[in-house]
């Protein structure tokens, strides 16, 4: 017989029945109806966010309605600014629904998937010696690996679907000139995709860049024209970002950002891992002056990454974020009339959902020009040619104008005197301020600071937590110009020397820096800096023979291997001999570590020689490459009987190249073969990763 129901039973039992209800009708029973508009808002920002949060670039493209995606692979912020260039330009001319995307937030599996109406431009920077930007490393390794595996397509050309387009950023001074864009471009149309329009290329090296850019893009839109069905439309300026006075902040509140590169740093926090995106603010342990002239300065650094997990190889580079100088930073100002609302708190928001603000908000007038933009760049003709609608008066319109569609005019006015976009608009418009210009155009046209990155000059064997840097401040003087060329990065570096040496107000070449940084969370003397790997490695064995050619500065990473050699030596190890050509302009000026060098030869004893070539101490120019030729027996011996290493830092558009050329004739010379046979030889050496570059141009 069955037990009566007491009153528990029935109060659970009742609860049962109302969840089963509730799972049956989804609680339509009871449920008050949404409001339609506020479900289509979240439905749009449901959308909107999934949209922001995929890695799926197909996806993204749905879920934001576009159909242009226009990919960068960037290190300096060039290929960055190219790619946002286009995509404005896209949208302006052709109405086309463009986004930009950068290449390491993606993922690419699903480009089989791609549709046959939307395109995709790949803008693509080769870095060092052929390599990937470090945004680009994972879509290369993809794209260029062997056989890709995508996501649906299983046969031999799985993106026959794929339409398009690239443009790379190269220096013919570089053995593998725009190496990334061609090997991309090789294994895109392997892979079945089909290109729209010539493949582009630009050349830093011939000075051609932004040129050869221009010269590109129309070729590319008129082929993309015919492709796409696309009608040319008159382009009007149509902002990306939106740019918002905030009356309700001011400086004073903790919530906006004067400076610092993220929440953390705004809330005083300095938590890692430390790299592109977020800098370590690090003590600076010793700064000291190299050159013994008063008009030039090469300064040496030693930064304590103690505090942090950061470390280094020797061979690495040292990042050193910058920030523009105070005096440059109020020209700018003064230009557009925003002097007096320096301070005025701004909320910066994209007006699209693919818009990405490329610094936290909010901030100020003032630290946006400060730290976050390159308001010392040259300037493009393509952004001139933006501004003139924007000038205060017709006469400084048509000058504009007529700067943004003559090249030869646009090379004689500005490109050939380094001006700056603050000194543009000051001589076009004397006198004149430009309050018509949006402040977005001046975010989206000038490209946002890059780290400066430095050849390590000490040996992570000796001591991994306090890597030393080499460089040579710039300042110098330009025919017809009405200004010094001065570097931003390597000045703001003086100005910290000179106050760690006790300057109460260091102002380098007449410059000021906020060297107290946001809210004074640099003083102490204090710079932002990260570490960036490198291929530029001693032997493993360091048995093995090193030959080093840096003139210069280039002389950096030669101090940190003959250092670290040093280090082998005194432990005990076996050390193979240690060759180091460099060169300056004369012994008494600018002989860089003159004395440590006869230290390490002491320490080394016959397994390092120094050997030297002072331009100016003779009526007759010795450079490095020089020297070089004068012990080609014992250089070809070292490398075809030792395997010695060879190693060359610096210039590449001139030393670099002589240095090579140099080496192919002593291969020929003292081997007995054709000056093309030694050519070859450099080449093999190069593959092998025995001839190793660190150079610049």
């Known amino acids: 017989m069955a037990a009566p129901l007491d009153t528990l039973d029935i109060v659970v039992l009742g609860f049962l029945l109302l969840g089963t209800l509730a799972y049956f009708t989804k609680g339509s029973l009871w449920g008050v109806k949404k409001d339609s508009l506020a479900d289509a808002y979240s439905k749009s920002m449901n959308s909107a966010d999934k949209a922001a949060k ?111 387009v690239t443009f790379g950023l190269g220096n013919n001074t570089y053995e593998h000139y725009n190496a990334m864009v061609r090997r991309v471009d090789t294994a895109l149309t392997k892979l079945g995709a089909k290109r729209i329009g010539p493949a582009g290329e630009g050349d830093d090296g011939a000075g051609t860049m932004e040129e050869d850019f221009l010269a590109w893009k129309e070729e590319m839109w008129s082929a ?60 600076i342990k010793l700064s000291k002056e190299l050159f013994t002239v008063k008009d030039r300065n090469c300064l040496h650094m030693e930064i304590d ?39 005025t708190v701004v909320d910066v928001k994209g007006l699209d959902s693919t818009a990405k603000v490329p610094f936290p908000t909010p901030t100020t007038y003032n630290t946006i020009l400060q730290y976050q933009v390159e308001i010392c760049a040259p300037v493009s003709r393509q952004y001139v040619a933006t501004l003139a609608a924007f000038a205060p008066t017709e006469a400084s319109k048509e000058q504009m104008t007529k700067l943004g569609g003559d090249k030869e005019y646009f090379h004689d006015f500005i490109s050939s005197r380094y001006l700056n976009i603050a000194m543009v608009l000051e001589i076009v418009a004397p006198g004149q301020t430009w309050p018509l210009i949006p402040f977005s155009v001046i975010i989206e046209g000038l490209n946002h600071i890059q780290p400066r990155w430095y050849s390590i000059s000490s040996s992570s064997l000796v001591n991994n937590k306090v890597p030393s840097i080499t460089a040579v401040v710039e300042s110098i003087p330009v025919p017809g110009s009405p200004h010094v060329l001065k570097g931003v990065t390597t000045n703001y570096l003086l100005a910290l020397k000179q106050k760690q040496h006790g300057d109460p107000n260091p102002d380098p070449h007449g410059l000021t820096y906020a060297i107290t940084g946001p809210r004074n969370k640099y003083d102490g003397i204090h710079v932002p800096v990260h570490i960036r790997s490198s291929n530029f490695r001693l032997p493993s064995d360091p048995s093995k023979p090193i030959i080093m050619i840096g003139p210069g500065t280039g002389v950096a990473p030669f101090r940190a291997f003959v250092q670290e050699r040093a280090a082998h030596a005194e432990r005990g190890e076996k050390v193979g001999k240690a060759i180091l050509f460099f060169g ?7 002989f860089l570590y003159k004395d440590e060098w006869e230290e390490y030869a002491k320490k080394l004893g016959d397994s390092f020689s120094l050997i030297t070539a002072f331009s100016r101490d003779s009526s007759e120019k010795i450079y490095v490459q020089h020297r070089l030729q004068e012990h080609a027996k014992e250089i070809n011996e070292l490398i075809l009987k030792q395997g010695a290493y060879f190693y060359v830092c610096g210039d590449a558009s001139h030393m670099a190249r002589e240095v090579n050329s140099a080496l192919g004739r002593i291969f020929a010379t003292e081997r007995g073969i054709s000056e093309t046979q030694g050519d070859e030889a450099v080449k093999k050496l190069r593959t092998a990763g025995i001839y190793q570059e660190d150079v610049w141009s």
């Not at 300056?584 to 600018?590: N, Q, V």
């Open 54 to 164: 995929t890695r799926n670039i197909v996806e993204k493209m749905d879920t934001s309605d576009k159909n242009m995606v226009i990919f960068y692979g960037s290190q300096t912020g060039t290929a960055e600014d190219y790619a946002s260039r286009l995509a404005k330009e896209g949208s302006a001319r052709f109405g086309l629904k463009t986004m930009v995307a950068d290449l390491e937030d993606y993922d690419y599996e699903n480009l089989d998937t791609f549709p046959d109406d939307k395109i995709a431009v790949f803008v693509l920077a080769t870095y060092g010696e052929g390599e990937p930007t470090d945004n680009a490393v994972e879509f290369y390794e993809f794209v260029y690996g062997d056989n890709p595996a995508f996501s649906e397509d299983t046969s031999e050309t799985p993106l026959n679907n794929f339409k398009y």
């Open 224 to 283: 993309l024209q015919q492709d796409m069905g696309l009608e040319e439309r008159e382009a009007v300026y149509e902002p990306v970002f939106s740019v918002t006075e905030r009356e309700d902040l001011t400086i004073e509140d903790d919530t906006v950002y004067l400076g610092e590169p993220n929440k953390n740093h705004l809330e005083g926090k300095s938590v890692g891992p430390y790299n592109t995106h977020n800098p370590y603010i690090a003590p």
């Open 305 to 343: 990454l103690s505090g942090s997990n950061l470390s280094y190889t020797t061979g690495d580079h040292l990042a050193v974020w910058p920030t523009n100088a105070g005096a440059e930073v109020d020209r700018l100002l003064h230009a557009l009339g925003l002097y007096e609302k320096r301070h």
């Open 584 to 590: 300056c302009r004369r012994e008494s000026e600018d």
